[in-house]
């Protein structure tokens, strides 16, 4: 899936008609019950991509099927754009799934989810209490996805000079006017998603470490999305005028851009976890590295990473099959085979699962447990929130930066959506 929204939590206002029509059921049952759960078929919705094929799901779940006789997984495929869009469909035919993944409870989208707040299995999931709504856990994953990293070609850093990867923003900034002069394109873009997608990551680290509680803030308007960023829309504006970004950036698709970052042509690439996979795919001729999203000079590094929820699950409320459906997203994110797999097959990171990392891999596990804070990222989740349509209202004012509007206008602009949404 395109990787903004790849295990990035999304918002799901179309089932807003649809709160309070799904079926009985809800938390306050207990860990014997789903222990009990008999026999019969599961419908289970999931993102689909080149690596998480169909096939693979399948796989994946066999080993739970030839553990409990007479239980078949029926692994479904969207049938509009996504996940996000195929569940509203199915929830207003009555035809829901039992088990759906890659979505994340919001407040429109809990009531239709069963609490699994009562299960205690739950408390050691990774980032289990920053995905709760009201104190109450709707969703549980497999692992994390860190967010703010820096891959770079250790190469390119050698010839231009650089003897370390940059902690702040002035080291990168002149970093990036090394590598130009070296005969790098210093940082790779692209358009699509990924424009605003990396400036986001790039933020993370100054943001929270300025702002720890920078969502409430904006919520409570005491901050504006614009004024806390601006400082990061002048350096980025001021990157692109002095070349260090392709002027030309937003007619190229990610994937070529990753083709043009692993075949030696730039410097740095600021992307999440989940391009450790397709970077190590790829067997690049030059020696790459990672490094977290540096912080704003006299800020702390590494600073908070950002972080998302890998392959989350949630068991809808009307299901007829509720203590299988919640046995089986117990195994799903708690059986250490089943949790590897999935780890291993979307480029994704867990604490006590390093036995099968890569050497970049590592890296990043390294990155994710010396990160001093792990935040929300984007429109976030739990109650670290911002509007549905965040994430693609602030791409698109971040690429009017490469069509001749201003920092100022970008920060305007993004406040203004933000002042419609309230």
């Known amino acids: 899936m395109a990787r903004s929204v790849r295990r990035k939590p999304v918002l799901l206002a179309a089932v807003a008609i649809l709160v309070g029509a799904a079926g009985c059921g809800g938390g306050g049952f207990s860990d014997e019950g789903s222990a009990g759960a008999g026999t019969g078929e599961v419908r289970m919705l999931v993102n689909i991509t080149p690596n998480l094929t169909k096939g693979y799901w399948e796989g994946l779940v066999k080993p739970f099927e030839d553990a409990n006789p007479g239980v078949d997984v029926k692994i479904e495929a969207p049938t509009g754009s996504g996940v996000k869009d195929t569940l509203p469909q199915l929830l207003a035919a009555g035809n829901a799934p039992d088990v759906v993944e890659t979505l994340m409870a919001d407040k429109v989208l809990a009531p239709q989810m069963l609490d699994l707040t009562d299960q205690t299995w739950t408390k050691d999931t990774p980032l289990v ?17 860190a967010q703010s990293l820096v891959f770079y070609n250790k190469d390119a850093f050698t010839k231009a000079g650089i003897s370390a990867p940059p902690k702040d923003l002035d080291e990168l900034t002149a970093a990036m006017g090394k590598l130009k002069a070296a005969g790098y394109l210093p940082l790779q873009t692209a358009g699509d998603y990924v424009t605003g997608l990396q400036l986001l990551q790039l933020g993370d680290p100054s943001i929270a470490t300025k702002h720890p509680d920078w969502f409430q803030q904006v919520k409570a308007k005491q901050l ?13 504006e001021s990157w692109i005028k002095n070349g260090y970004i392709d002027k030309n950036a937003l007619g190229l698709k990610d994937v070529t851009a990753q083709t043009n970052f692993l075949s030696g042509k730039a410097g740095m690439y600021i992307m999440g976890s989940w391009f450790v996979r397709s970077a190590e795919s790829a067997k690049p001729a030059f020696d790459l590295g ?10 702390a590094y590494p600073g ?14 009307s299901t007829k099959q509720r203590d299988l459906s919640v046995k089986l997203v117990q195994w799903l994110v708690t059986d250490r085979g089943a949790v590897q797999s999935q ?9 006590g699962f390093t036995d099968k990392l890569t050497p970049l891999g590592q890296q990043v596990q390294d990155i994710l447990d010396q990160a ?11 109650a670290n929130t911002l509007p549905q349509g965040f994430n693609g209202e602030w791409n698109k004012a971040v690429q009017s930066l490469y ?9 305007k602009r993004i406040d203004s959506w933000m002042g419609s949404k309230s």
């Open 129 to 145: 209490q920053q995905a709760a709504l009201d104190g109450k856990v709707y969703t549980v994953g497999v692992g994390q996805q």
């Open 290 to 299: 990672v490094f977290a999203a540096p912080t704003e000079t006299g800020q």
């Open 403 to 411: 069509t001749g509007k201003s920092a100022p206008d970008v920060a």
């Open 224 to 236: 504006t999305v614009g004024q806390s960023m601006l400082p990061l829309l002048q350096r980025y």
């Open 343 to 351: 780890l291993a097959q979307d480029g994704n990171f867990r604490k």
């Open 304 to 317: 908070p990473q950002g972080v998302t929820m890998a392959a989350p699950y949630m068991v809808l409320k």
């Open 372 to 382: 001093p804070q792990q935040v929300a990222q984007g429109e976030g989740y739990g």
